[in-house]
């Protein structure tokens, strides 16, 4: 099992902010994540419908979609981040 955190607009449009799931074999990079949770509903699809805007931290690190997910035990998924 792997804890998903959603924060900013995935969230919201997810309906939750965190959730505990079981992750198919074939789900191996942070990609790999994005495009298996789009799958599942229509508010994941309308979440993740721009797949390359959407960041992922491993146990609260950035990454890019090629890293491989390996064991982490949190995985966060945002928008783009603006600030000052």
Partial sequence: MVKLVYF??????????EEEVELPASVKTAGDLISHLAT????????LQFPKA???ALDQ????HDEPIGGARE???FPPMTGG
């Fill in 8 to 17: 900013a607009w995935v969230r919201e449009r997810i309906g939750r902010g």
């Fill in 40 to 47: 599942l509903g229509e508010e994941y699809e309308a979440a």
């Fill in 54 to 56: 959407i960041r992922v």
């Fill in 61 to 64: 690190e950035h990454v890019e």
């Fill in 75 to 77: 995985i966060g998924l």
